[in-house]
């Protein structure tokens, strides 16, 4: 299995700009995550999804911040507008189930808003 | 979900074992242990989970005290690789929404050559 996969792996932006970012979960994965990763707050949750369908969405910023789940083997995190402190690493990550032990992470979009 | 306390950084040497640390005094009776790491540039991993039992698999083993309230991950013969922040977590494996991984801001440990 190719693991979690993100695009971009890098995206650079202007203040304004509407970001897409892009995630395939592992076949057979029923719930998947997006995290955001900065230095000043460390890795933070902010959206889960189980089924296809979202669980809890209390992490997620702002509205600009919103996330999709169209399929099981797809989900965008996008954000409109973006924002220079919007920049960061954002993970996808997912996992068998909700309760599973162990969540494969994706590889990471780093995000450059100037 | 029961708060941890990692030391915020560690040396080790390459081909030592690598013991590392983690408090987690106000543990409740279903929570679980697990610990997962960071190479730079990269994703979380997962490495290991424990409940009160050692436990121990590929990567690393897991020691947890019988009073459950610290636990140490051992990296038997570490190496350059190794090199990463290294996350405790304490949680539920509930599907609850609220019981979801908390990242601290973990242990960074450098394996020396």
């Known amino acids: 299995d190719a693991g979690v996969i993100q695009s971009p792996r890098h995206e650079v932006t202007e203040m304004g700009q509407e970001v897409t970012l892009r995630c395939k979960p592992i076949s057979g994965h029923n719930s998947l995550f997006w995290y955001r990763q900065t230095m000043m707050r460390g890795l933070e949750l902010l959206i889960y999804f189980n089924n296809n369908v979202p669980i809890d969405d209390s992490g997620m910023p702002e509205d600009r911040f919103s996330a999709k789940m169209p399929n099981a083997s797809f989900s965008t995190l996008k954000i409109q507008p973006s924002e220079p402190r919007d920049s960061a690493v954002y993970f996808c990550?997912?996992?068998?189930?909700?309760?599973?032990?162990?969540?494969?992470f994706g590889p990471g979009t780093r995000l450059t808003v100037t | 979900d029961a708060k941890t306390t990692q030391p915020p950084s560690m040396d080790c040497a390459e081909g030592r074992a690598a013991n590392l640390p983690c408090n987690h005094s106000t543990i409740s009776g279903n929570e679980y242990v697990y610990w997962y790491r960071q190479i730079h540039s990269q994703g979380p991993q997962y490495i290991i989970h424990?409940?009160?039992n050692n436990e121990t698999n590929e990567m690393a083993s897991l020691i947890i005290t019988e009073d459950r309230k610290s636990s140490t991950l051992i990296l038997p013969h570490a190496t350059l690789r190794d090199t990463a922040v290294y996350y405790c977590i304490v949680r539920v494996p509930s599907s609850g929404s609220a019981r979801q991984l908390t990242f601290g801001s973990g242990t960074q440990l450098t394996v020396l050559p």
């Open positions: 424990g409940l009160k």
């Open positions: 990550a997912s996992s068998l189930a909700l309760g599973s032990y162990e969540q494969y």
